[in-house]
DNA sequence: GCCAACGTTGGC
DNA sequence: GCCAACGTTGGC
């Protein structure tokens, strides 16, 4: 199974929102490597929900319930969009500035190349984090 | 609001 | 095919 993050900013997108609809439709990406990461995804798979610019921390975890089709939200093929559904809300936000603190953490894509909006995980890095969002506090 | 890090575009 | 200029993302 593979792991995956990918980020929203909350104004557009909110992992509250997503709780609330259950599933949604991960489109509007326009850059090749979210777009690559995009198509390499599974039914199954597990992805963090991350809110960047305001929040700066994982909150959720999601599931890849519809693998990539055409981007409804543009005529131009070259992108895709996938399905999710809300999964667990982690009880802890982990936020960024602790994932960097994190030794084991230091090769997330999430910290090296800061630009990326969907990125894949390794399991292990995966379950830190979500470790991390089950803690209280 | 600033700026670093990228990605994209377009002239040559 | 190079590279300068420009645009965008996102952390601070």
């Not at 995956?4 to 949604?24: C, N």
């Not at 809300?86 to 994190?102: F, G, I, N, Q, R």
Request: proline share 4%.
């Amino acid at each position: 199974m593979g792991c995956w993050l990918v980020k929203s900013e909350p104004y557009e997108y909110s992992w509250e929102q997503l709780r609330k609809d259950g599933r949604t439709y991960w489109d509007g990406v326009r850059n090749y490597q979210a777009r690559n990461h995009l198509q390499a995804m599974k039914k199954g798979d597990a992805v963090l929900f991350y809110h960047s610019n305001e929040g700066l921390a994982v909150v959720g975890i999601a599931r890849v319930v519809e693998e990539a089709y055409p981007d409804p939200t543009t005529d131009d093929l070259r992108w895709v969009a996938v399905g999710l559904e809300s999964v667990e809300t982690l009880k802890t936000p982990v936020a960024l500035s602790d994932l960097k603190k994190d030794r084991r953490l230091q090769n997330l894509a999430l910290i090296k190349q800061g630009r990326l909006s969907v990125m894949p995980l390794t399991k292990d890095e995966f379950e830190i984090i979500v470790a991390k969002g089950r803690e209280n506090q």
